[in-house]
């Protein structure tokens, strides 16, 4: 708010990116009958790019030259915008081009940061066509805000940003298992949720991260040699090989590799040690190894009608993470996801569920199970660590 929000210009242009697969495959014709003949009406000028397969956002925004655009709009579920931004991240004028204000159309079946977006406008709970005009609305009116992102960093050497969400286990899982539902749009999450709770897993890994209170240590780039912090530090000891092939056995690593110069350009992170290292002392390590679910999420919302971190805000420099651990009951996961469409999950006092607001984190799994996912998109199960950077992107708010 305040001094920090901007206006689009008017009249403006705008690039719009649109996966004619996302959701139940209706964006385009939503695109046309609904979105269309309010840009007209508020003077704002677009390109309409399909996008063919996936990556194609990424590349296009990649190689395209920006100085056409005031805004970059995304028609899609969460992924395109996901594939947008690491697009960005990846041109050498990244530090200018995340000034350009993004902006989401909900058409997809995983729409969280359009509802995350909605509620922080204080307009209640919209899912469906209701929830595109109002995001339509908001690309309408202009008003654009800093939002903060999530450098991640996987074990194999890749380096990816995120806007919404990093997961783990059981969440995870239901947003991949629940892809054949698609048709179903947002309620295939509901449909993956019960059907998964029949054969409820185990997930086994380390868990670590930088408490949001934690004052940083007077000199910050000691790294510790200590392991007070760290129960079971011999497991820190990792060997060559690929951890994404499953035939291998547990806690296995690549070697790491340089990041390519290109992605993220000469952003820092710092608050994060390499793989090698234990995590930083000051950190705390999370005594349970056996989870159901792990979610770091950075907005509100994990789905359009699923209100996981209900005080997070888009630029609040922090990762609400949250943990189920073994033992919780199924029933008690019914009733978990059932108050959180309303955002009152942690008022159960479920002793299972725990949730710390943290600035930075390290998941090392220790054994290669399911997949991780990305604003919903599947990472291969590996070794993430990530840490927010404040305001590093800006969005088109209500
Ligand atoms: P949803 O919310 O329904 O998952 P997303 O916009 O998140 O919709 O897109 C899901 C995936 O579809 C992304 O991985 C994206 O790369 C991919 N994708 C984009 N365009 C196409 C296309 N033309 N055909 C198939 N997949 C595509
Ligand atoms: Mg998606």
């Known amino acids: ?6 206006l689009l210009p008017r009249p403006c242009r705008v690039m719009v990116l649109l996966n004619p697969q996302s959701g139940s495959g209706r964006a385009l014709p939503l695109f046309r009958s609904q979105v269309q003949p309010m840009l007209t009406e508020a003077n704002i000028a677009f390109d309409l790019f399909v996008t063919e397969k996936p ?10 030259d920006m100085s056409r655009w005031d805004a970059l709009v995304a028609m ?27 902006c989401i159309l909900p058409g997809g079946s995983g729409n969280a940061l359009a509802a995350s977006l909605n509620h922080y406008a204080g307009k209640g ?5 209701d929830l595109l005009i109002n995001c339509t609305y908001f690309l309408c009116k202009g008003l654009h805000e800093p939002m903060d992102l999530v450098s991640l960093r996987t074990a194999s050497g890749r380096r990816l940003f995120s806007c919404l969400s990093f997961g783990w286990g059981f969440v995870s899982d239901v947003d991949i298992a629940s892809e054949r539902y698609r048709k179903l749009g947002s309620a295939r999450f509901t449909v993956g949720t019960f059907q998964l709770l029949t054969t409820l897993q185990v997930y086994k890994g380390r868990l670590s991260y930088l408490p949001a209170d934690e004052q940083s240590p007077a000199s910050d780039s000691s790294f510790p040699t200590g392991t007070q912090n760290c129960p079971s530090a011999e497991h820190h000891q990792h060997h060559q090989g690929s951890f994404d092939n499953g035939t291998l056995p547990v806690r296995i690593l690549l070697p790491p590799v340089p990041p390519s110069p290109r992605e993220g350009g000469d952003l820092e992170d710092s608050l994060l040690v390499p793989f090698e290292q234990p995590v930083p002392k ?5 005594p349970e190894e056996e989870f159901v679910s792990i979610v770091c999420i950075y907005q509100s919302h994990l789905g359009a009608d699923l209100i996981l971190a209900p005080n997070a805000k888009l630029c609040d420099d922090a990762i609400h993470l949250f943990y189920l651990t073994a033992g919780v009951s199924r029933m008690a996961m019914v009733k978990i996801f059932m108050a959180m469409e309303r955002g009152t999950h942690l008022t159960l006092n479920n002793p299972y569920l725990h949730y710390v607001p943290v600035k930075a984190f390290r998941l090392e799994p220790l054994e290669p199970k399911g997949f991780m996912t990305v604003d919903g998109e599947v990472l291969a199960c590996q070794p993430v660590q990530g840490q927010i950077h404040r305001r590093l992107t800006r969005i088109i708010s209500g």
């Not at 969460?78 to 200018?96: A, V």
């Not at 709970?125 to 066509?129: A, L, P």
Request: proline share 4%.
């Open 282 to 286: 000051h950190w705390t390590v999370v």
């Open 125 to 129: 709970n919209f899912v469906k066509e």
């Open 1 to 6: 708010a305040g001094a920090t929000n901007g």
């Open 55 to 64: 990556t194609h956002a990424w590349d296009l925004v990649r190689e395209e």
């Open 76 to 102: 899609a579920g969460d992924g395109l915008l996901y594939e947008m931004i690491n697009g960005i991240m990846e041109r050498p004028d990244w530090r200018s081009v995340t000034q350009k204000p993004l």
